[in-house]
């Protein structure tokens, strides 16, 4: 076995210095957060059978402020009770949707089951609505990342992720090609 040639010490010392540490960790955070964004706003929400949406009113303040995220998943109108949060289309077939809390459950003189619902920061209720409008009930919320849903479209998501998981790929042969080339280093004379 030789002694290490003043090029191998200097090498050595740079992967152990500050600048190194901080660069590792400053990585690391950076993926992490990647990987938890794409994870609780595309992965989750699709494996789950459920849909993004972003709260663009204050209607439902303080706990549903406006550029909140929530994700709403299908839920069979029969189990939806009074409390319930639940994502609803304004007239039937049509795309525009209302995030409100349920404030009662009826059913009309038919054996129709409707469902009356209210903003938390709003002082009337909303028109009765039937159960095919409902899309879903609250499943899960996060602040601020409804403004990042909102400005990515459809196809842009579908860019980003594979962009992302590009990038990763990238990050991951990086990591393996520099584990390799310290490795044949530390072997050679």
Same mark, same amino acid.
């Given at each position: 076995?030789?002694?290490?040639?003043?090029?191998?010490?200097?090498?050595?010392?740079?992967?152990?210095?500050?600048?190194?540490?901080?660069?590792?960790? $400053?990585?690391?955070?950076?993926?992490?957060? !990647?990987?938890?964004?794409?994870?609780?706003?595309?992965?989750?929400?699709?494996?789950?059978?459920?849909?993004?949406?972003?709260?663009?009113?204050?209607?439902?303040?303080?706990?549903?402020?406006?550029?909140?995220?929530?994700?709403?998943?299908? !839920?069979?109108? *029969?189990?939806?009770?009074?409390?319930?949060?639940?994502?609803?289309?304004?007239?039937?077939?049509?795309?525009?949707? !209302?995030?409100?809390?349920?404030?009662? !459950?009826?059913?009309?003189?038919?054996?129709?089951?409707?469902?009356?619902?209210?903003?938390? $920061? *709003? *002082?009337?209720?909303?028109?009765?609505?039937?159960?095919?409008?409902?899309?879903?009930?609250? &499943?899960?919320?996060?602040?601020?990342?409804?403004?990042? *849903?909102?400005?990515?479209?459809?196809?842009?998501?579908? &860019?980003?992720?594979?962009?992302?998981?590009?990038?990763?790929?990238?990050?991951?042969?990086?990591?393996?090609?520099?584990? &390799?080339?310290?490795?044949?280093?530390?072997?050679?004379?």
């Amino acid at each position: 076995m030789t002694a290490p040639t003043r090029a191998q010490l200097r090498r050595e010392r740079e992967k152990t210095g500050v600048l190194w540490w901080v660069g590792q960790t $400053a990585s690391y955070l950076a993926l992490f957060t !990647v990987l938890t964004l794409l994870a609780v706003m595309i992965v989750i929400p699709r494996l789950g059978g459920a849909t993004p949406y972003t709260v663009l009113t204050g209607s439902m303040r303080p706990g549903l402020p406006p550029g909140h995220l929530i994700v709403v998943r299908a !839920v069979d109108p *029969n189990e939806i009770r009074a409390g319930d949060v639940v994502t609803y289309q304004v007239k039937s077939g049509e795309p525009g949707v !209302v995030t409100h809390r349920v404030v009662g !459950v009826s059913t009309t003189t038919g054996g129709e089951q409707r469902f009356i619902l209210r903003g938390d $920061a *709003n *002082n009337t209720n909303d028109a009765p609505i039937l159960p095919e409008q409902i899309r879903g009930s609250l &499943w899960y919320s996060l602040p601020l990342l409804g403004y990042v *849903n909102s400005a990515i479209t459809g196809q842009q998501r579908s &860019w980003l992720t594979w962009l992302a998981i590009g990038g990763l790929l990238t990050y991951s042969v990086v990591m393996i090609v520099g584990a &390799w080339r310290d490795k044949r280093r530390q072997e050679s004379p």
